[in-house]
């Protein structure tokens, strides 16, 4: 079955150019079974016990799964208001770009000002409609091609105030973009 995402975003700025797609949590289940992304997205949602979402105390998944299954898993902190200010804790570094040592720095550092907008917006709904987010992002950016399906899971601290995000990604290397797929704009 072919899957049809709920949402396209589009954006371009000079050399960098995105295509968001967000897909509903059913097709999660359908497109990703057996992945690290239904992994993660199952294990919150059993720590959650009904909850909107589980706490970061809970959401241990380093003792669960091991070390090697953490190193997979990375961490927004959102304790700020301003989503600008939300810090990378753990970001994969420079597997796919040009963020090496990103770690610890705010969203606003980010170097493409399309990536970072996009960002902002998907941790500040994710906040605050405490829900997760099943996406696929296709994008060049600081001249680096990549093509990924993420899952962006809310964690709450213990008055249930979402406080951190996780997330994991699989990269879809066989489908790298030369370009992103934009629909041209005309005027009328």
């Known amino acids: 079955m072919i899957i049809q995402p709920r949402a396209k975003f589009y954006d371009r700025q000079g050399d960098d150019e995105q295509c968001r797609s967000l897909y509903s949590l ?24 009904g909850k909107a979402a ?18 997979k898993v990375f961490t927004i902190d959102k304790q700020y208001e301003n989503p600008e200010n939300f810090l990378s804790l753990k970001h994969p570094n420079g597997s796919r770009g040009p963020v090496i040592g990103f770690e610890g720095s705010p969203i606003e550092s ?22 997760p987010f099943y996406h696929e992002i296709n994008q060049i950016i600081c ?10 899971l809310p964690l709450a601290d213990q008055d249930g105030n979402v406080v951190k995000l996780a997330y994991a990604i699989r990269w879809k290397p066989d489908l790298l973009p030369r370009s992103v797929p934009i629909p041209e704009t005309t005027d009328s």
């Open 26 to 49: 059913n097709d999660l289940a359908e497109n990703e079974d057996g992945s690290i992304l239904d992994t993660l997205f199952y294990f919150w949602d059993s720590v959650r016990g």
């Open 54 to 71: 589980p706490t970061v105390a809970e959401f241990n998944i380093e003792t669960v799964f091991g070390a090697a299954f953490g190193q």
């Open 110 to 131: 980010h170097p493409s000002r399309i990536h970072r907008d996009a960002l902002k917006s998907e941790y500040e709904t994710s906040k605050s409609w405490i829900t």
């Open 143 to 152: 001249g680096y091609p990549r093509h990924y399906m993420r899952i962006l």
